[in-house]
């Protein structure tokens, strides 16, 4: 027997490496009219390196022993930017003290007790407005210059006090203005970024990957807030995430997408498919798939 093309079409993409996984996702993957795009791990490799390590003078923190506390905060962690903060103290040749009571705040960063003191590591804009204002300034002014290198600044806090900056940069994937472009043509709309990160870093990266419409500093609930908005005004929009904090938007998606090889184990439950070979490409030549199984259908 001849297979239906849906059923054809999962296998091909499978063929081209991304898990399609039902016949209806195949089926509803080429309708998409609006495309959303997380930044960190999606349109960047996701493979970040820590490129400035600040501590803040008069706090009694060198280089090494903030990344280093830093690092042991940030080992339980799957995040891409903890992930870069861990490598670079150990490429320094540090010796991680194990991190208590650690929780994660998807889109805000990490709290844990490191040698007796709570370490939070972060998003500048959140872990700031916790701190009084006298304290804040010195972290807030290095947070600036490295965004203004176009780095990600993460604040490192000790029990509540702001001691260092680190700035973290991440390329952007060699095919992602290529993908942009394509999923552009296929739907007739042009892509937009949702990220947490802050909107210098996220405006940066979209211009290069020839992104106009931009969302910064948005919380988990945010992204999936700004995916129910189109889709009560009628759009059918296609999620591309990859993180912990893109599942609330994948879920809220006509179809939602999970980049496999970095993802979370919840971005990639949450999805409808999942891209295992590495390559953004993969994305509209799936989208591309389903428009052509469905032309046969009806
Ligand atoms: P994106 O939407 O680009 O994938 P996230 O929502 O994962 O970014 O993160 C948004 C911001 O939250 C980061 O730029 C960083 O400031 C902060 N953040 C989140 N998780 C962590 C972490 N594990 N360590 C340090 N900062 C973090
Ligand atoms: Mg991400």
Same mark, same amino acid.
């Given at each position: 027997a001849t297979m239906p093309p849906l059923l054809s079409a999962m296998a091909n993409a499978g063929r081209h490496g991304v898990l399609v996984k039902s016949a209806v996702v195949m089926e509803r993957l080429g309708q998409a009219d609006r495309v959303a795009l997380d930044k960190t791990g999606t349109l960047t490799e996701g493979a970040p390196r820590v490129t400035a390590v600040r501590p803040l003078p008069g706090t009694g923190t060198t280089e090494d022993s903030l990344l280093a506390s830093a690092a042991a905060a940030e080992h339980p962690s799957e995040h891409p930017l903890a992930r870069a903060v861990v490598n670079a103290a150990q490429e320094r040749g540090?010796?991680?003290?194990?991190?208590? %009571?650690? /929780?994660?705040?998807?889109?805000?960063?990490?709290?844990?007790? +490191?040698?007796?003191?709570?370490? $939070?590591?972060?998003?500048? /804009?959140? &872990? @700031?407005?916790?701190?009084? =204002? /006298?304290?804040?300034?010195?972290?807030?002014?290095?947070?600036?210059?490295?965004?203004? %290198?176009?780095?990600? *600044?993460?604040?490192?806090?000790?029990?509540?006090?702001?001691?260092? +900056?680190?700035? !973290? *940069?991440?390329? !952007?994937?060699? %095919? $992602?203005?290529?993908?942009? $472009?394509?999923?552009?043509? &296929?739907?007739? /709309?042009?892509?937009? &970024?949702?990220?947490?990160?802050?909107?210098? =870093?996220?405006?940066? @990266?979209?211009?290069?990957?020839? !992104?106009?419409?931009?969302?910064?500093?948005? &919380?988990?609930?945010?992204?999936? %807030?700004?995916?129910?908005?189109?889709?009560? $005004?009628?759009?059918?929009?296609? +999620?591309?995430?990859?993180?912990?904090n893109d599942a609330p938007a994948l879920a809220a998606a006509h179809t939602g997408i999970a980049m496999g090889r970095a993802g979370s184990d919840l971005a990639l439950e949450t999805a409808d498919a999942v891209v295992i070979r590495d390559e953004l490409t993969t994305v509209p030549t799936v989208v591309a798939l389903s428009r052509a199984a469905r032309r046969l259908v009806v």
């Open positions: 540090a010796e991680l003290s194990t991190a208590e %009571d650690f /929780s994660s705040a998807p889109g805000t960063g990490v709290v844990a007790t +490191v040698d007796g003191h709570r370490i $939070a590591v972060g998003s500048p /804009s959140r &872990l @700031l407005r916790e701190v009084p =204002a /006298s304290a804040a300034a010195p972290a807030a002014a290095v947070v600036g210059e490295l965004e203004d %290198d176009g780095c990600t *600044a993460v604040v490192v806090l000790r029990d509540e006090v702001p001691v260092g +900056v680190l700035g !973290i *940069a991440d390329r !952007i994937r060699r %095919d $992602a203005t290529e993908t942009v $472009a394509s999923l552009a043509r &296929l739907t007739g /709309s042009s892509p937009m &970024l949702l990220t947490g990160d802050n909107p210098r =870093a996220a405006g940066r @990266l979209a211009a290069e990957a020839g !992104i106009t419409d931009v969302r910064a500093g948005l &919380l988990p609930q945010d992204k999936a %807030d700004a995916v129910r908005e189109w889709e009560q $005004a009628g759009h059918k929009v296609l +999620v591309l995430g990859d993180g912990v």
